[in-house]
Antibody, heavy 121, light 107 residues
């Protein structure tokens, strides 16, 4: 079955760019009625959607983060990536990648295990 | 953005109880409402999609209802493994949003 795995640095300095990759295994990132998202969760708080990418390369971003976010896809590697620029301590969170399913009212049906990113000097 | 408001924010209940969690959208979202369960240190898990469709493998004691702006998640008979935090999420708009969560605790 399809699995997602996040990877990237666990510590990022303030003002720098956070970069994470999500590797899709057990299926092709290009197949089926799916899109691919990033979602984050600060410690003890709720879930915040960051953005999505379709395998066509089209993207949508959370308006509150749009100026700092870039999501890209590499279908040859079965991966998609997140870049968040000019980070501050407020960007410290667990970052999840997730698959959105068009056939299920765009619900996130598969999630990665999450990766903790701390912004600190 | 469409705002999602869950109530209550926390809830204490006992094994065997029937529990209902409510989610209200700031505007109509048709049936584009999904429910997730999250346990400490784990990723959220999809329970219900399209307001009332049960994800494969999810026990039938979980059910969802509603459309438009008002939705409910019901657990018919709480089991020990159901104590967790529950989130609703609207997927109607381009920018999806989650409710603030409902923490279900053991009484």
């Amino acid at each position: 079955q399809v699995q997602l795995q996040e990877s990237g640095p666990g510590l990022v300095k303030p003002s720098q760019t956070l970069s994470l990759t999500c590797t899709v295994s057990g299926g092709s990132i290009s197949s089926g009625s799916y899109y691919w998202s990033w979602i984050r969760q600060p410690a003890g708080k709720g879930l915040e959607w960051i953005g999505r990418i379709y395998t066509s390369g089209s993207t949508n971003y959370n308006p509150s983060l749009k100026s700092r976010v870039t999501i890209s896809v590499d279908t040859s590697k079965n991966q998609f990536s997140l870049k968040l620029s000019s980070v501050t301590a407020a960007d410290t969170a667990v970052y999840y990648c997730a698959r959105g399913n068009y056939n299920w009212e765009n619900a996130f049906d598969i999630w990665g295990q999450g990766t903790m990113v701390t912004v600190s000097s | 953005d469409i705002q999602m408001t869950q109530s209550p924010s926390s809830l204490s209940a006992s094994v065997g109880d029937r529990v209902t969690i409510t989610c209200r959208a700031s505007q109509s979202i048709s049936s584009y409402l999904n429910w997730y369960q999250q346990k400490p240190g784990k990723a959220p898990k999809l329970l219900i999609y399209a307001a009332s469709s049960l994800q494969s493998g999810v026990p039938s004691r979980f059910s969802g209802s509603g459309s438009g702006t008002d939705f409910t998640l019901t657990i018919s008979s709480l089991q020990p493994e159901d104590f967790a935090t529950y989130y609703c999420q609207q997927s109607y708009s381009t920018s999806c949003t989650f409710g603030q969560g409902t923490k279900l605790e053991i009484k």
